[in-house]
Nanobody, 119 residues
Framework: QVQLAESGGGLVQAGGSLRLSCTTSRIIFNIFQMGWYRQAPGKQRELVAGITTGGSTNYADSVKGRFAISRDNDKNTVYLQMNSLIPEDTAVYYC?????????????WGQGTQVTVSS
């Protein structure tokens, strides 16, 4: 069973920083694209940032310049460094592993970690 273990959420004041971590197995980490999504109350889940196995990254426009996604291949861990947090960043953040091969899509999710930004 694939597991994505998240940590690092919490309560922070506007302007503050948090770092989320997501650790998984080596085989998943080596062949899946990794990403962070978030879901605020009453809203759809949205992509925050993604990183390929080669290290290419992409970000939602709302977090560009404030968030940074990275991966540590030795620790099978992907990070989301969140700076200059604003109340609109409040959501449950989910780690995601995604892969499409030969027409078959595989997607796995972490359990989610709450991030709350107070004004």
């Amino acid at each position: 069973q694939v597991q994505l273990a998240e940590s690092g959420g919490g309560l922070v004041q506007a302007g503050g920083s948090l770092r989320l971590s997501c650790t998984t197995s080596r085989i998943i980490f080596n062949i899946f694209q990794m990403g962070w999504y978030r879901q605020a109350p009453g809203k759809q889940r949205e992509l925050v940032a993604g990183i390929t196995t080669g290290g290419s990254t992409n970000y939602a426009d709302s977090v560009k310049g404030r968030f940074a996604i990275s991966r540590d291949n030795d620790k099978n861990t992907v990070y989301l460094q969140m700076n200059s947090l604003i109340p609109e960043d409040t959501a449950v953040y989910y780690c995601n592993a995604d892969r499409s091969s030969l027409g078959v899509k595989q997607t796995y999710w972490g359990q989610g970690t709450q991030v709350t930004v107070s004004s």
